[in-house]
């Protein structure tokens, strides 16, 4: 990025802000991609970010997390609010693309600029995949969204670094997963502001709520709220109205008792450190870490010739600077 | 690690070779924690790696992973091969440990040394799993185990990056899973050399081979090799025969194809990388990036005092070495 870019940036900030579309899209896009200049599209938005509320949705697969969003967005919109969604999609690790990118979804919204959803590609090795999420967050909420959806599909730990960038915390169930659903819903069960059980028109519902309420008698959270457990039925809007409201609640409740301001710190606490390292691997990469040279060590160590271990004390002693140096 | 540490360490990996379960306990616990001289240890250990077959199992959680790798063990004991198995477990991003970590596992092999199990927690941001769960395989192969199984639970990045460092990847389906899956599935599809239907005693097992075989129809990999579709059923041990017999096929196929020398050169690119942002980002945080100073940024950050973006160029230029620098 040189100087003479910097007012074509403040024109495109001023068009984002404005309202528009393809701005913000371009935005978003450079930001996905690491772009050559995002990083100072970042600075110039970020004043105006900060204002967005930013709810993260996570949940089993198939619990219907798309469909809920959808149904939110819709509830959002009728109170005039815009939204902006970031949906993370698997990837594959050979073709590199988002597998559900090309999906048909918000049919329900085309047309209303008031929506906007933005499919996110799960980055391989290099990328910092919640670092990204929560930059695409920052345009969406600069671009003067009121309400920024995230939603991941899976739970690694990744959907839990992503999730854990949101203010308020939806985790989705659904009645008859199978055992290993409970194993893994415990990684999950934590980060819970809300408990939504969807598809609650299927048997089991019940017995999925007296679990979680069950889970609750045992530990009470730190900062004493306790987790409302809502029930929707997405596809037919049921129950969407109710957990507006429970957001509202505890959004109310984040600012009362100024939790809010607490576990945003504690966000940036996590994102800066992994920003700091994308972009120290960034630099590396770029430099001393060629692609050529990569295959070249890769290829000693398979012959055992090399061992990778001094390998990277080599390089890293090299590149980093020690304290007090220079 | 100061040079005298040097002979512990000697004799600490003579132990490991000599088959001292617990040296490799220690060891292992050492690469897990990164604890001080784990990286001398892994170096004195690395010119002994590269013997075991490093067999990695993924899948949709419910499909019966831990049960089939249990299975698969014994299977392999019959054989007079020894078995390291590394079992990834969900980490709660608050309590930090493995959620699964007590669970009671493997209790028919219980006993028997040569069937070595560990349980690995998913880490936090700081933390690189697959690099991590790479240098444990690497201490189970130089400790001499023929066979390292190395289970994933979920579907995420993680589980995906987890699942390429190894020389065979198997993917576990099961029938009657929603239809997310079907999306999820599709992360993990490309990735697979053998699949596994377990629980294939369970309705629609036919149909869960049927649409492999249609989606195998429409491409063929790079290499030829057409991915075989067994069935077991392992709670039973049904299948898993049949299933030991294909991954030899396919070990002989890399080996008569050289692509399994390929391949381990591919995944020490990927590895080499991995490993190199953890030093560097270990170095840093150590040293720069302290916890107090994070937090004071973070409150900055979010008080709109300070820019992020900006912040984290100035760390970065004051860390990383300039090309040609000093």
Redesign the interface.
């Known amino acids: 990025m040189n100087a003479s870019a910097t007012p074509s940036i403040a024109a495109w900030v001023e068009q984002i802000r404005a309202g528009n579309i393809r701005a913000l899209s371009r935005a978003i896009t450079a930001v996905e991609n690491r772009t050559p200049g995002y990083?100072e599209l970042?600075?110039a938005l970020?004043?105006y970010s900060?204002r967005a509320r930013v709810v993260g949705l996570t949940g089993?697969?198939?619990?219907?997390k798309s469909t809920l969003v959808d149904a939110l967005a819709a509830q959002y919109r009728k109170r005039e609010k815009t939204v902006g969604i970031v949906a993370i999609d698997?990837?594959?690790?050979?073709?590199g693309g988002a597998?559900?990118g090309d999906r048909i979804r918000m049919s329900s919204h085309s047309g209303d600029a008031g929506t906007f959803i933005r499919s996110m590609a799960?980055?391989?090795?290099?990328g910092g995949?919640?670092s990204t999420t929560a930059d695409v967050a920052t345009v969406m909420d600069a671009a003067g969204r009121d309400l920024v959806l995230i939603e991941t599909?899976?739970?690694?730990?990744?959907?839990?670094?992503i999730v854990?960038l949101a203010d308020i915390t939806l985790v989705i169930l659904v009645p008859g997963?199978?055992?290993?659903?409970q194993?893994?819903k415990?990684?999950i069960m934590?980060?819970a502001d809300i408990f939504v059980i969807n598809k609650a028109d299927r048997e089991g519902a019940e017995r999925v709520e007296r679990e979680i309420k069950a889970m609750q008698s045992l530990a009470m959270r730190h900062d004493n709220w306790i987790p409302p457990v809502l029930k929707t039925v997405a596809a037919t809007g049921a129950g969407v109205p109710e957990l507006a409201a429970a957001i509202d609640e505890y959004e109310n409740f984040l600012v009362t008792s100024e939790l809010g301001?607490q576990r945003?710190?504690?966000?940036?606490?996590?994102?800066?450190?992994?920003?700091?390292?994308d972009?120290?691997?960034r630099?590396?990469?770029e430099?001393?870490?060629t692609e050529e040279l990569?295959?070249q060590?890769?290829?000693q160590?398979?012959g055992?010739e090399r061992?990778?271990?001094?390998?990277?004390?080599e390089?890293?002693n090299?590149?980093?600077?020690q304290?007090g140096?220079?």
């Open positions: 990083s970042l600075k970020f004043p900060g089993a697969p198939g619990a219907g698997p990837t594959s690790p050979y073709t597998i559900l799960t980055r391989g090795a290099l995949l919640s599909v899976g739970v690694g730990q990744d959907e839990v670094d854990r997963m199978g055992d290993d659903v194993s893994i415990a990684g934590e980060i301001r945003r710190i504690a966000n940036w606490r996590n994102r800066l450190r992994e920003m700091l390292r972009e120290v691997l630099r590396i990469v430099g001393a870490f990569v295959s060590y890769a290829e160590i398979t055992n061992d990778p271990y001094s390998l990277i004390d390089i890293v090299r590149l980093v600077r304290e140096e220079c």
